[in-house]
């Protein structure tokens, strides 16, 4: 099994050997699958690709951050000198560039001798093209002019090399000839932050403060970048979005895919808030009336920690004789602790619009689920901005989900404050879907 960096480099290039690139109108087309994969080099699609497949190598290997993430041979050439780690010597694991200054192709050497490398390449043909139509395993002389020199990633076992001049060299490890790791086990795929920040492999381990990576078994699809994350020992979630920028999906600390993200549909970030109950442009044009004294629970869920500094809500009709100090909005945990609560509503009430209600004090919030809670006292209930209003006995924004973990519901009547904790097993399924969002 390859357990090493080098071994599962290797690994993955393998994998990839007998892959072609598209054939249209006579004629080999230079369209292949690693530049949709690989993030920020999907606009090279249709030119030369071999150092865009030992990018992608490096990513599906989970060690992207010691290869240059380039389509261009002479700006790999360039990472690898300035990094100090340039050889005319090959390695395992190597990068391999040829050319009159490396600027014509590049590969990845998989085994040496005294005489050979053994390389395997994208963009070549049986005959060692540096222009070709698929993935091939090649055998070249160490002699052969076209070989300019070799970049040496700074693997965490080291690297073999045939340089006697980093014998003895701490992280390099002397050998005249090496056949390599062999055949491997592929890992699972790590999917890394953007740009390369971490090559970390975990799922539900620790977040850094540059990214995290999660695994997939599949190689069909892994050109992922993080966009957001929320570190809560909890309840992590990671969203991810595309090669060409397009959200995909979130998942969960366990690795489960909490939600698909529609690439098109507006979420609220898009329009400044954190989290809501549904899209306010779905809201019906009646709205909801709320009955005086009931606490109404709004279910808002986090898909990323963030802090929240105030509620919003939007009121059509502005109420009226509203009691003062009893119309409030809160924040709670979905367990029914209080986490955050407004100065009194009753003025702002009074009238409709677009209302932000200033949390007394801002609170950090770890990703999950929480409620948004309304009450008011008054001669006259606000109508505010509603989903649907179905009657009590009625309650399909609640489907599927049972006592305490309401999406919609509401405490029992007589409330005059927001009390410190609520039992949500207590409240009753409400048909009120009432939106709410925080920010």
């Known amino acids: 099994?390859?357990?090493?960096?080098?071994?599962?480099?290797?690994?993955?290039?393998?994998?990839q050997i007998g892959y072609r690139e598209g054939y249209a109108e006579g004629g080999w087309t230079n369209i292949e699958r690693y530049?949709?994969?690989v993030p920020g080099l999907s606009g090279f699609q249709g030119q030369a690709w071999c150092m865009i497949f030992t990018s992608w190598v490096a990513m599906r290997a989970g060690v992207p951050s010691i290869f240059p993430r380039t389509a261009d041979c002479s700006?790999?050439?360039?990472?690898?000198?300035?990094?100090g780690r340039w050889s005319d010597y090959p390695a395992i694991g190597g990068q391999a560039f040829y050319g009159t200054s490396g600027q014509d192709h590049s590969e990845i050497v998989i085994a040496y001798d005294a005489t050979y490398i053994w390389a395997v390449g994208g963009n070549t043909s049986d005959t060692g093209s540096a222009e070709g139509d698929g993935v091939y395993v090649r055998r070249r002389r160490r002699t052969d002019a076209v070989i300019y020199g070799y970049g040496l990633p700074n693997y965490a076992e080291g690297i073999t090399t045939a340089d006697p001049s980093l014998k003895g060299v701490s992280g390099y490890n002397y050998a005249a000839a090496d056949a390599g790791p062999g055949p491997g086990t592929l890992l699972r795929a790590a999917l890394l932050a953007p740009n390369v920040v971490t090559d970390a492999v975990s799922v539900g381990g620790p977040l850094t403060a540059g990214g995290v990576a999660v695994q997939q078994d599949s190689l069909t699809r892994i050109g992922l970048d993080v966009i957001g994350y929320s570190g809560a020992a909890t309840a992590p979630i990671v969203r991810f979005r595309?090669?060409?920028?397009?959200p995909v999906f979130q998942i969960d600390g366990a690795g489960r895919i909490v939600s698909a993200?529609?690439?098109?549909?507006?979420?609220?970030?898009?329009?400044?808030?954190?989290?809501?109950?549904?899209?306010?442009?779905?809201?019906?044009?009646?709205?909801s009336s709320l009955s005086a004294g009931y606490i109404y629970f709004m279910e808002v869920i986090l898909r990323n920690a963030a802090t929240i500094t105030s509620l919003c809500a939007v009121i059509g009709t502005a109420g009226s004789?509203?009691?003062?100090?009893?119309c409030l909005a809160g924040l709670y945990t979905a367990a029914g602790a209080r986490v955050g609560v407004t100065a009194d509503m009753s003025t702002t009430w009074n009238s409709a619009g677009d209302k932000t209600m200033n949390l007394t004090s801002s609170y950090a919030a770890a990703a999950g689920k929480y409620y948004i809670a309304y009450l008011h006292n008054g001669t006259t209930s606000p109508v505010f901005?509603?989903?649907?209003?179905?009657?009590?006995?009625f309650t399909p924004g609640n489907a599927h989900l049972a006592s305490g973990s309401y999406r919609f519901c509401r405490s029992a009547s007589g409330q005059t404050s927001l009390p410190t904790s609520y039992t949500m097993t207590s409240a009753t399924p409400d048909a009120n879907n009432i939106w709410a969002a925080a920010a």
């Open 1 to 15: 099994m390859a357990t090493t960096q080098v071994a599962q480099v290797i690994a993955v290039a393998r994998s």
């Open 35 to 37: 530049a949709l994969e």
């Open 75 to 83: 700006a790999g050439v360039t990472y690898f000198v300035n990094a």
């Open 242 to 246: 595309d090669a060409d920028g397009n």
């Open 261 to 287: 993200v529609n690439a098109n549909a507006w979420r609220p970030a898009d329009q400044g808030l954190i989290a809501w109950t549904m899209d306010p442009a779905s809201c019906t044009p009646a709205g």
């Open 321 to 326: 004789g509203l009691t003062s100090g009893q």
């Open 385 to 393: 901005a509603a989903g649907s209003s179905l009657g009590a006995n």
